[in-house]
């Protein structure tokens, strides 16, 4: 996967990512400029890393835009320490730990003074987000004791509950306005447990 076509959904991506959304504050023309500097300055030898590693998950677009976004809210490596599989690793559950956060502030903001029929199934993804984002966090505990047994079970865990939440809806006959962020999460996490199983 080149970094061409990860560009290429990298704006509809950083728009469901938090804190990301500020950058859809700026010109397109800017947009364009920061991505080029902080592509440009990373290394080649971590540009390959990345894109060999994000070749062996499901959705490599996802993955490489992933990092793409990694670049504008995390510091980058002291240039002593070279990147490494189990740093991407990191970044990729704690960028999808994030999403999952973001989605459950969109979901208390939807129930904030709704009285549609589907609360109850809101508030069940609520809780399932909720108990995400805890999961994911475990996950990056055990991670840095190298417990990858741990990590995959807690990582499993959190992608199940998207498929939870999206289930809700269909169980009750009614649309879900989560689907497309439901299906986003699936793929951070199955991209997650993929980078993961590459330390195995």
């Known amino acids: 996967m080149s970094l061409v076509k990860a560009s290429s959904i990298f704006i509809i991506f950083i728009t469901l990512m938090h804190p990301l959304t500020m ?11 920061v ?18 590693t994000c070749n062996q998950t499901s959705y490599s677009d996802v993955c490489m835009a992933t990092f793409l976004i990694s670049n504008y809210t995390t510091s980058s490596s002291s240039s002593s320490h070279n990147t490494t599989i189990h740093d991407l690793a990191f970044i990729s559950i704690n960028a999808t730990a994030s999403y999952a956060a973001n989605t459950s ?19 069940d993804c609520l809780e399932q987000y909720g108990d995400a984002v805890d999961e994911l966090q475990e996950s990056m505990v055990a991670l840095e004791s190298c417990d990858y047994e741990t990590v995959n079970v807690k990582v499993s865990a959190a992608m199940t ?3 939870t939440c999206e289930g809700g809806f269909q169980d009750e006959g009614v649309s879900s306005p989560l689907t497309e962020r439901n299906e986003l999460f699936f793929k951070l996490c199955s991209n997650s447990l993929a980078i993961v199983k590459l330390l195995v």
Request: glycine share 4%.
């Open 23 to 33: 950058i859809m504050s700026m010109p397109m023309q800017q947009q364009q400029q």
């Open 35 to 52: 991505k080029d500097i902080k592509i440009a300055s990373s290394s080649s030898d971590e540009e390959d890393l990345i894109s060999k």
């Open 105 to 123: 502030a969109i979901i208390a903001a939807i129930l904030n003074g709704s009285t549609d029929f589907s609360d109850q199934c809101l508030s």
């Open 161 to 163: 509950n998207s498929g």
